[in-house]
């Protein structure tokens, strides 16, 4: 249908936001952002052959890749403790694609967008001897000087994570909602208890690495109180890896990592009504303690700074 | 040197702005943005084999591939009438690359943020397949209510296009300076007299169909006040296309087409006083009267919608 007719039909079908006062169709869009409100701005991107393929075993459809393009985006946004409000799309074609392609991708974008109310403010197409990639920039927003960080967990903080842990890869990595609605909840129950956030996309053990390097500090998790994954059971199950190493290192489970205030968390697990868990798996220690996984019987071994580099 | 230790070199050499509150090294950098002041968002991308080469004849140099992917983004905020505040970049490397590349893409992404004084407030590194790509998503800020847009045009506008036009291919493509500044002294010379506006990015001739679409009006372009560059004439003067059909349809250029009141237009011609011209093209017709394009003795034709599909 030629690139332009397909940038129109997107432009035509794009969700909108009440802030979003010019959308698609100019040089830039335009927003109006409330005084009171702070802003948080990521990019983030899905690369074929490295955050999905097309073909083969555990192949996406293009739906998903636009569903996970847009999702990771609203991943780092609810651990920012925000709420999305516009996004921009950059999308690369490898040359010869179908028109089909783009536009299964696009619906799989938008309906992110609709799921969780938010503009797709803009976007730009290419076509490129590489593969295909969708780069999806994001504007999220939230209560001013209260952006959840990666930085201020202290010792004695108690570490909860949403929902459940371990081998992604095999489908939940297309099509997992992002943690926006547990985000939001956490903040209301708790407004002032989260001390820093993280989302899990390079493996449990990883991301802890990055929040407590961030924090200076160490970190124990419970082994035995990790919320295992039945896919991650499964493959342990069949005598595959351990489900503590597919929670320690898989990624892509696009959970949140929360370090908390022992009373806000015990408040926080006490009122819980969700579809997704909370568990606590640990808490935070100094950083002269490290960071360690304990098992059932209590025994410490160093947490190794090892994950999937997606990258 | 490893991605984890090239994104913490990439993090503490990022330039800053004084909105952005926490810069790069959480999941979302956080903006405190003024009451009074409208956004302008927007994304744009470079893709290996379809912006540059980075070998053979026109080859880029990393730096200008950085440089580039960061200009033509301060583009359309320019055209928006906006001044740039930060950007966030996505990158994806070949599998393979040296870490020389990618310092070097770095190098000229911050040389741009430095020029014009925004903030580069994060970043993805991804590594692929496919072949480099840059992609930069971009705030800009301007006054509440006051962008410039693609439509506002009507009949009797004076077309005015900032510096030369035409065989930008051959090296501007890579080196030019986004008009930022030009656009500023715009606005602060004729605050209400910019009725329309965009960046000359597929051709001039394509570009301001797409001014006109939004505007839903025609246009006169006088061949002979087009500022053709010096390297679209050399290549006329050496047997090659004509500087007009270069001008018109080469693209690239990243000059502004502004659409202004013959008052404002008058009053920014006297006034001028910039290194980069500022000159007036043509003029806005009714829809019935369509595009096309005078020679010197006044002869029309129709300004076919053809320009450079880089998409």
């Known amino acids: 249908m030629g690139e332009l007719k397909l940038i129109e039909k997107f432009r035509a079908g794009a969700p909108g936001h009440p802030w979003l006062t010019v959308g698609p169709g100019q040089d830039c869009a335009i927003l109006n952002w409330p005084a009171d409100r702070d802003q948080a701005f990521k990019i983030d991107q899905v690369q074929e052959g490295t955050h999905f393929v097309l073909s083969g075993p555990g192949a996406a459809t293009p739906y998903q890749v636009g569903w996970k ?11 920012a403790g925000c709420w999305p409000v516009a996004a921009t799309v950059a999308v690369n074609l490898r040359a010869g694609s179908p028109d089909a392609l783009a536009l299964e991708i696009y619906d799989g974008l938008c309906a992110c967008c609709r799921r969780y109310g938010f503009a797709l403010a803009g976007g730009d197409l290419s076509v490129s001897p590489g ?22 967990a ?48 390079d493996g449990l053990s990883r991301d ?28 342990a199950d069949a005598g595959g890896r351990s489900a503590l190493t597919q929670a320690l290192e898989d990624g892509e489970d696009f959970e949140l990592l929360l370090a908390v205030s022992p009373e806000s968390a015990a408040e926080l697990v006490r009122q819980w009504q969700d579809p997704v868990a909370l568990t606590e798996v ?13 098992d059932a019987t209590g025994r410490r071994q160093p947490l190794p700074d090892v994950g999937w580099e997606h990258r």
């Not at 842990?165 to 903040?187: M, V």
């Not at 390097?213 to 991650?232: F, H, M, R, V």
Request: proline fraction near 5%; aromatic fraction near 2%; glycine fraction near 10%.
């Open 208 to 235: 802890l690495h990055h929040l407590c390097a961030e924090s200076n500090c160490g970190a124990l998790i419970n082994a035995e109180k990790i919320p295992y994954s039945p896919e991650a059971r499964a493959v």
């Open 282 to 294: 640990g808490r935070i220690l100094s950083k002269t303690e490290g960071l360690v996984v304990a």
């Open 131 to 152: 593969g295909l990639s969708v780069v999806v920039s994001m504007l999220g927003e939230g209560p001013r000087g209260k952006a959840w960080l990666r930085r201020g």
């Open 69 to 79: 393009a847009m999702a990771k985006t609203c991943s780092d946004i609810a651990a």
């Open 154 to 201: 202290v010792p004695g903080d108690v570490l909860l994570v949403t929902g459940t842990l371990g081998a992604s890869r095999g489908r939940k990595h297309l099509t997992f909602e992002p943690r926006l609605e547990q985000s939001c909840r956490i903040r209301t129950l708790a407004p002032d208890g989260i001390h820093a956030c993280i989302d899990i996309t």
